[in-house]
């Protein structure tokens, strides 16, 4: 899956809107305006308030999330990656969290060993993951994930159809990993979300 959306526009524009760069960049608008505030994202405003952003920006910095070099973390932005292979979840992920309008970066992997590789190029506040998965699991994933200590601040959630039983039987999960049943619980998935962006928040007013 690429990065690169196409605009719905002519590809010689110079700028483009904030939804047109949230489409762009896989995230929600309250991202891009704080990108834009962080000056991760050139913009202006035109006479009627409307922000538009230099498209150039915008591919820059996805040349450098797609060539492994690491983007600067925007400050305030919680980023979210989500393993899950059913195409149908993935895209209801995506547009819920849409919906919500907050400062979240949201990427979206098919299984474990995608999910290592993402991880691995760039690290997420959050992991939310399915644990059956093709080819490496969940249980794997987060196994290796949870073995390695410079990733011992990243939280994750697992979202699964398997009950507590055969979570058991399959050798079970670390006790830091908060797990919830399906359908996807997105009402307490937004506060978990709103409760770290807070935690953000309050870091960067100490830190100032």
């Not at 959306?5 to 929600?28: D, F």
């Not at 949201?106 to 093709?134: A, H, K, N, T």
Request: one cysteine or more.
């Amino acid at each position: 899956m690429s990065d690169l959306h196409a605009l719905p526009s002519k590809p010689e524009r110079e700028y483009c809107s904030t939804s047109e760069a949230a489409q762009m960049l896989g995230v929600s608008l309250g991202t891009v305006q704080q990108m834009v505030e962080n000056g991760l994202l050139e913009a202006w405003k035109t006479a009627g308030g409307h922000r538009r952003i230099r498209i150039g920006s915008v591919e820059d910095y996805l040349r450098r999330r797609s060539s492994g070099v690491a983007a600067p973390h925007p400050v305030g932005v919680l980023r979210i990656l989500v393993a899950e292979d059913d195409r149908i979840l993935q895209r209801l992920y995506a547009h819920t969290f849409e919906t919500w309008n907050l400062p979240i970066e949201v990427r979206l992997v098919e299984s474990g060993f995608d999910g290592l590789l993402e991880i691995g190029r760039q690290q997420p506040d959050l992991l939310i993951s399915d644990l059956v998965m093709p080819g490496l699991d969940g249980f794997a994933m987060i196994s290796k994930l949870r073995s390695d200590p410079k990733l011992e601040d990243m939280d994750i959630i697992v979202v699964t159809g398997l009950s507590p039983e055969d979570i058991a039987e399959r050798g079970g999960l670390p006790d830091d990993v908060t797990t919830y049943g399906k359908p996807v619980p997105f009402k307490e998935l937004k506060g978990y979300i709103q409760a770290r962006l807070a935690q953000f928040q309050r870091r960067g007013r100490a830190a100032s």
